[in-house]
């Protein structure tokens, strides 16, 4: 599974932006997808996972009400809507993926459970 992470780029205090993760060459349907983050001289930190039944989602507690994790029904691309931009939001942003799982609603929030990852793509939201 190869994954390539885009969108992103530079947006005010209070906008938004989505950025989006296809897999390249393979489908992921029985997956965990999920959008992790690092900031400049910080740890690499989760955000939000999907499983594969689409419904079990999980957001870190500095995201929930703000940023909306979804993927497409044919399970090749999974979305990270990201709206209220604060400057703390700022980073570079990277999609993994995890399984394949039996259990359709697993879904983990550590990121060395994730064999799979992408790129990286960079938010900045300017104050």
């Known amino acids: 599974v190869q994954l390539q992470a885009s969108g992103g780029g530079l947006v005010q205090t209070g906008g938004s932006v989505r950025v989006s993760c296809a897999a390249v060459?393979?489908?992921?349907?029985?997956?965990?997808l999920a959008w992790f983050r690092q900031a400049p001289g910080k740890e690499r930190e989760f955000v939000a996972v999907i499983a594969w039944d689409g419904n079990t989602k999980k957001y870190a507690d500095s995201v929930k009400g703000r940023f909306t994790i979804s993927r497409d029904y044919r399970d090749t691309t999974v979305y990270l809507q990201m709206n209220k931009l604060t400057p703390e939001d700022t980073a570079v942003y990277y999609c993994a993926a995890d399984g394949p799982w039996y259990s359709p609603d697993y879904a983990s929030t550590l990121d060395y459970e994730y064999d799979y990852w992408g790129q990286g793509t960079q938010v900045t939201v300017s104050s």
């Open positions: 060459g393979s489908q992921f349907s029985d997956f965990a």
